[in-house]
């Protein structure tokens, strides 16, 4: 069973649009899925057709409960063909202070726990997450290897998520599993000049880590979410139904280990490159660029050094001959490079630094 975890910090992007309308297609084209509702609003249980007031079991049994993980299968609840959910409930914001005495290990991985428990029953789990980084969030990206961000197509979704890139990061570093990461643009208007804009900076900040696929802004959408149901269920031609049909194909084709094989042979060998950053008062420092998908030091070799009251952190890189654009994340802070004079202006504010590998 893959699980991906949809995520996102920001509220509106289309997260749990893309929950239900990426389950419709991938249910259509014959894949057993099941959407997990992890936010306490309740919108994709809702946006399934299920009445969570109406339900008398939800998540909360299946994370309170020590035993819950075997819970999960009675939890779920069928919504159409292929298609199940298990159900949120306002309830489940109160799991932060039911299981704060609790190590961090143990109420971190509970959804992962259940849902290996239930073994091949589907093809896909698809996890709709609240806007934040919270207790739920950090149970969805330790259940999953996959991850789609569903990024509006304006300024600030863009500056927003490359702090959601740097906490993926962080958790993937502490956690011990890498997850594969892809951007898919929504709410598109490709009438207006600052779309069409906004959407190139996209693709050229994120390169192969974007969907070809784009979502529209579609009125249909909204609709079928208020009845219940995917829109491939009630407006097959509509510009939505066709955007996640081609959204579904390209999730289907790229499951993490295609994703990781390298599709043809480099015509030049990566260099190894080096770059230091040196400071006396940074506790923590990692790079994020265009090579790595803005993800802080996915892929970096690092080595830490004193020499007197200053720290010298080393970023080993492997590079092929290219120009690439770079900053450091310092304590949180994304910084240019204070040694290096090249630079550009970056699409969200500030200045990148550009290293060129020859």
């Keep these: ?21 990426l389950a419709g297609a991938l249910a259509a084209d014959g894949h057993r899925v099941l959407v997990v509702d992890l936010d306490p609003q309740a919108h994709a249980t809702l946006a399934l057709g299920a009445d969570p007031e109406r339900i ?12 819950g993980a075997s819970r999960l299968a009675r939890v779920c609840v069928p919504v159409g063909e292929n298609i199940d959910v298990a159900p949120s409930g306002i309830v489940l914001s109160a799991l932060e202070q039911k299981l704060a005495s609790e190590p961090v290990e143990t109420r971190t991985a509970r959804l992962a726990v259940a849902l290996d428990a239930l073994g091949e029953r589907y093809d896909f789990a698809l996890i709709d997450c609240a806007p934040n980084v919270g207790l739920l969030t950090f149970n969805a990206l330790r259940a999953a290897r996959e991850v789609i961000v569903p990024l509006e197509t304006s300024f600030f979704a863009i500056h927003g998520v490359q702090k959601l890139l740097e906490t993926i990061a962080l958790l993937t570093e502490r956690i011990g599993h890498e997850l594969s ?4 643009p929504t709410l598109y208007d490709g009438r207006t000049r600052y779309a069409r804009q906004t959407l190139g900076e996209i693709r050229e900040m994120f390169k192969d880590l974007c969907f070809d696929t784009v979502i529209r802004q579609n009125v249909k959408l909204r609709e079928a979410a208020s009845r219940g149901r995917p829109i491939n269920a009630v407006a097959r031609s509509a510009n939505g139904a066709h955007d996640y049909a081609a959204l579904a194909i390209e999730v ?3 499951a993490p280990d295609a994703l ?3 599709l043809a042979v480099a015509p030049t060998p990566p260099r190894e490159v080096v770059v230091r950053f040196r400071d006396q008062r940074a506790s923590d420092v990692r790079i994020a660029g265009d090579f790595n998908g803005w993800v802080p030091d996915k892929g970096v070799r690092s080595l830490i050094e004193a020499e007197g009251e200053t720290r010298i952190w080393t970023k080993i890189l492997q590079l092929a001959p290219g120009r690439y654009q770079y900053r450091y994340v310092v304590d949180g802070e ?7 004079p090249e630079g550009v202006a970056s699409q969200v504010g500030g200045r990148n630094s550009v290293l060129v590998v020859r």
């Design 1 to 21: 069973m893959r699980v991906i975890a949809i995520v996102n910090q920001k509220g509106g992007c289309g997260k749990t649009t893309t929950a239900v309308n």
């Design 181 to 184: 990461v892809r951007i898919l």
């Design 56 to 67: 008398d079991e939800n998540l909360y049994e299946v994370f309170a409960d020590p035993d």
């Design 260 to 262: 990781v094989e390298p």
């Design 252 to 254: 289907a084709a790229s």
């Design 334 to 340: 994304w910084r240019e490079d204070p040694d290096n």
